[in-house]
């Protein structure tokens, strides 16, 4: 047996379009011989598109540094709220809890709502609890808005910030 060391001759490519020809052509041939291949794309694919969907739904923005209430704004956020926790029902009926009340921050701290007075709702420990980091919905401030002009203080603004 002899071996030759010359490669067979193979037209040079010379324009960048014959080789992203080829190159696709590489690729279009591994997803027709090798069905895996194109499962791992689409996976890949979704994986990208499910890791952005946080930051088009939450923003990029930084976290506050300051992730506690300072004493005087959780006394406003309470006092605003009526010493009473801010949670309502899908009926629309408020929570009738007045112990233990805990400045929550309406647009989660760890999905980088601020801490402040406009970020802030008085929940019992049991609401603030069940609502943890869940980002509310648009529908849900507004919601929240409207309630809260039913209880709050006159003059004083009843819009969530929407971080």
Known sequence: MTWSNTQPSSPAVTEPAELVSGALDGVLHQFVVEPWFGALVVLLVATAVVRRIPGLVHGRR???PQRCFLRADKRLVLQRAGHRCEHHSVFGRRCTATDDLQADHVHPHSRGGATSVDNGQALCPRHNTRKAARVPWDWE???LAQQRAGYFPPGT???VVHH
């Open 62 to 64: 930084r976290r506050d």
């Open 141 to 143: 401030l507004r919601r």
């Open 157 to 159: 603004s009843t819009v």
